[in-house]
């Protein structure tokens, strides 16, 4: 059991993918249903993004760059504006159906939510939706970067086969690039608004999704000839990509061995709409959790 704990927090942290297009999007107000209200929910219109592939690549035994893939979204994308507050959760804590919050953290209807691990996120969007008859969970990696637009650009970096640390130096120096002794929550809006209407991307708040760390060996072409998922580390996106232990609520205290660590951890949901089946590709439906 150590040593499966320690192998989790051994696994880095890293960051690249490229920005989506820009569609304007369509915000739908915030509606009471039941005794629980529903979040402001944007409409983000289908389209096609460029997007770098998650998780960590070799070829012919040696480190390799993630690939860049384009991808088509066939339906509209509805997504939280904001990440799910701390009051919202605490709700949730209240009924018995989420886990207590650590006494730091302000409990406020306009801040997010944060020191949340993977489960609790889980917890939440299964409480949220039996509350609201609606059906809600977290975004996949590639949903979050298609909602992201502009406020992410294509950050992969080469590997230098004759020195393959230039690559974590490198990635190190670009993470730092920020203040880290800031890690208040901030209200809503701090971090401003994206093209597509969505408020606080890449600010000090990262954000759980549902995909899981992959481990990926490509052929001579570049496509993935075989691959190794960890579903026990999830990504979290923030100002860069994290990969982060599930159960880790504070990455600052462990959970990434390299790297800088999530200054804070939080999430937004997907609606999942009653007509769509979300996908992209098969390989989607592989990695996303099934809901109960």
């Not at 969970?137 to 949903?143: A, H, I, K, N």
């Not at 809503?188 to 969505?198: A, D, L, P, S, T």
Request: with cysteine; aromatic share 10%; net charge negative.
């Amino acid at each position: 059991m150590l040593i499966a704990f320690k192998l989790k927090l051994a696994l880095a942290c890293a960051a690249g993918f490229a920005g989506p297009l820009a569609v304007a999007p369509l915000v739908s107000e915030m509606t009471a249903h039941g005794s629980q209200s529903e979040p402001v929910i944007v409409e983000i219109a289908a389209g096609s993004f460029a997007y770098r592939e998650a998780g960590d690549f070799t070829r012919g035994g040696q480190q390799a760059e993630a690939p860049l893939r384009a991808l088509q979204f066939d339906r509209p994308l509805h997504i939280m504006r904001e990440q799910v507050s701390s009051a919202d959760y605490q709700l949730c804590v209240a009924d018995g159906a989420c886990r207590a919050l650590d006494k730091d953290v302000v409990i406020a209807p306009d801040r997010p939510v944060v020191q949340v691990n993977w489960h609790d996120a889980e917890a939440y969007a299964v409480w949220l939706s039996r509350k609201t008859s609606q059906h809600y969970r977290l975004p996949s990696d590639e949903e979050w970067a298609f909602a992201a637009g502009s406020k992410f650009a294509d950050d992969g970096l080469a590997v230098d086969p004759d020195d393959p640390a230039k690559r974590l130096i490198s990635r190190y120096e670009r993470e730092s690039d920020r203040d880290l002794a800031d890690t208040a929550a901030y209200p809503f809006g701090k971090f401003g608004i994206n093209e597509r209407g969505v408020l606080d991307l890449a600010g000090n708040v990262w954000e759980w999704t549902s995909t899981c760390f992959v481990r990926s060996a490509l052929d001579q072409h570049g496509s993935i000839a075989r691959q190794n998922a960890n579903c026990g580390v999830r990504i979290a996106e923030g100002a860069h990509r994290a990969y982060v232990t599930d159960f880790i609520r504070d990455a600052r205290a462990g959970g990434c061995a390299t790297g800088v660590p999530p200054a804070n951890l939080g999430f937004r949901l997907v609606r999942e709409e009653r007509t769509w089946m979300a996908s992209v590709s098969a390989r989607w439906s592989k990695v996303w959790t099934a809901r109960s």
